[in-house]
């Protein structure tokens, strides 16, 4: 059984990646398991609570949509997956990448080919975008006058 911080590291990158990037990176392992849904993909909505000052009280920021999947291999593991937003088949993978995360065969070759080329993607765009965000940062100071 994984450690519960490395499966919340792999379901993280799932869940965060773009749905066109998972499924071509899901294509060239060429895996064909065979599963059953438990849980067909379902869009909900998930209620986003704030806290005023990070320490505050509560306040309700918003809803936000949500697809939810669980699956079950055929030799009885089960994978989940929560995302944000409509997309019922990447949850559906995402699930299913999950259950095979968890079995000692699937895990190292998923680990190399699907979660960490993810996560370099993901890594990537976030530099980008810090970067675009500081190129267009602004500086404010204040003058003393000499009264």
């Known amino acids: 059984m994984q450690s519960l911080s490395s499966r919340q590291r792999w379901m993280s990158v799932l869940a965060h990646s773009q749905p ?8 060239a392992l060429n895996l064909n398991p065979r599963y059953q849904l438990l849980r067909a993909p379902e869009i909900g909505l998930a209620q986003l609570q704030g806290r005023m000052g990070a320490t505050g009280r509560r306040f309700v920021l918003g809803d936000m949509t949500v697809t939810r999947s669980v699956v ?13 937003g409509r997309d019922k088949a990447h949850a559906e993978l995402c699930a299913l990448a999950d259950a ?27 530099q980008l975008r810090s970067r675009a965000v500081a190129s267009s940062r602004v ?8 009264e």
């Open 72 to 84: 079950q291999l055929d030799n009885g593991g089960h994978g989940y997956s929560y995302i944000a």
């Open 100 to 126: 095979l995360l968890q079995q000692p065969e699937h895990h190292e070759r998923l680990q190399q080919r699907l979660i960490e080329p993810l996560a370099a993607l993901q890594q990537e765009q976030r």
């Open 139 to 146: 500086d404010f100071f204040t003058l003393v006058r000499g």
């Open 20 to 27: 066109a990037q998972l499924r071509s990176h899901w294509q």
